[in-house]
């Protein structure tokens, strides 16, 4: 029997042009990125009970950070 889904996921991916060390930079960056996937949610007319925010720099380094 077919398993159904009961959440789905909308996210980004970007890849940025260069590495981002000023804060003010970072800030503006990620907030662009979280508006789009704002925007995709409004657009679907979806709530988010989970955010997950992952950077990885040219070294493949990861960072995450989640929250409900």
């Known amino acids: 029997e077919p398993i159904k ?3 789905a996921s909308l996210g980004n991916s970007q890849v940025l042009p260069r590495d ?3 804060q003010a930079e970072i800030e503006t960056v990620i907030k662009e990125i979280g508006e789009q996937v704002a ?3 409004r657009h679907h007319h979806k709530l988010a009970g989970c955010l997950s925010l992952r950077t990885r ?3 493949f380094k990861n960072y995450l950070q989640e929250g409900q």
């Open 57 to 59: 720099l040219v070294s």
């Open 20 to 22: 981002y060390f000023n």
């Open 39 to 41: 925007a995709r949610l």
């Open 5 to 7: 889904v009961k959440a």
